[in-house]
């Protein structure tokens, strides 16, 4: 007997996000990193958040269409 192997699929599909939302998650995570080693006015205070921001923008541009 030949059985049908099902795959794993995700209830959602993934796609590669545009070049300019990886270019702000890019720039969001230098920031991030810059803000934690050396000090940036703002940027110091809050360098998790942006480290944050960055992961939430790029992951959210492999799943929303057109982002």
Do not use: C, E, N
């Amino acid at each position: 007997m030949a059985y049908k192997s099902k795959s794993r699929r995700w209830f959602f599909r993934t796609k590669q996000p545009h070049h300019i939302t990886f270019l702000i998650a890019f720039v969001l995570a230098i920031l991030g990193i810059l803000g934690s080693r050396t000090h940036i006015q703002f940027v110091s205070q809050h360098f998790f958040w942006f480290m944050v921001a960055a992961y939430v923008v790029l992951a959210l541009g492999t799943v929303i269409d057109g982002l």
